[in-house]
Nanobody, 116 residues
Framework: QVQLVESGGGLVQAGGSLRLSCAAS????????VGWYRQAPGKERELVAF????????TYADSVKGRFTISRDNAKSTVYLQMNSLKPEDTAVYYC?????????WGQGTQVTVSS
């Protein structure tokens, strides 16, 4: 199973930026895809963005298109989520998910709070 460690969350004012990191315990090339999800209080977990490791194609939720960017550092086996122009509605716990050989693994989550 892949171990994932997220970091980079925090408190930021609306319009600000944060960069989340998701470090994997295995070579990133052994992973099929990595996604960022978020869950706000009282809401279901939703997909924010994901990246296909082989080829690098990316997909974003409509609510974050143009503001968030998912990327990877192969040497560090780390996937990032750059979040710009943050809004209060982006407040949530953000989770990293990695799929390898059809099996998914989750990180522990990192809190992002955007104040108005």
């Amino acid at each position: 199973q892949v171990q994932l460690v997220e970091s980079g969350g925090g408190l930021v004012q609306a319009g600000g930026s944060l960069r989340l990191s998701c470090a994997a315990s295995v070579s990133i090339f052994s992973i099929n895809r990595v996604g960022w999800y978020r869950q706000a209080p009282g809401k279901e977990r939703e997909l924010v963005a994901f990246i296909i490791i082989d080829g690098g194609s990316t997909t974003y939720a409509d609510s974050v298109k143009g503001r968030f960017t998912i990327s990877r550092d192969n040497a560090k086996s780390t996937v990032y989520l750059q979040m710009n122009s943050l809004k209060p509605e982006d407040t949530a716990v953000y989770y990293c998910n990695a799929v390898r050989d059809l099996r998914g693994s989750w990180g522990q989550g990192t809190q992002v709070t955007v104040s108005s």
